[in-house]
């Protein structure tokens, strides 16, 4: 599905598996630099695989990132072969995060060879001390009243 005719449509993609700022972040200075932007949501398998096991169902992130604001659509990506989804959506620009593993010119490319002329941009870093989930995840973890909340919640069947 390529974009309409003069419009710049701006790809973005993660796990966006504990929303928090930095996911804002990241998704309002994708939108900055397009018309449109389209959301690539990472497959379960694909977080397992590469990260941890997912918190949310696929589905459910899904959800959640199409509700935002600077979202015009989120899709769930290619369980196989991300490029796949790269050639599906046609985008004129790649947005990764500040903390993306990937190569800029690596992606351009990886995508040049199937066909896909993109620009890749990186946003800046967002400055909040929960702006990733491991954040949020480790200050749960290390608070006495959370440990115990989530200790109740295990005794309650429920």
Known sequence: MPPPPDTTRVMAAGVFDLLHPGHIHYLEQAAQHGDELVVVI?????VQERKHPPI???????TLVQALKPVDEAVLGDEEDQLATVERLQPDIIALG?????????????CKRRGVEVSVVRVDEHEDDLAGTREILRRISRSERYRSYLSDLQ????
């Open 98 to 110: 500040h903390d993306d593993y990937h190569d800029e010119e690596d992606i351009k490319t990886a």
């Open 42 to 46: 990472a497959r379960d398998a694909s």
């Open 56 to 62: 949310l169902p696929e589905e459910t992130r899904r």
């Open 155 to 158: 005794e309650d069947p429920s």
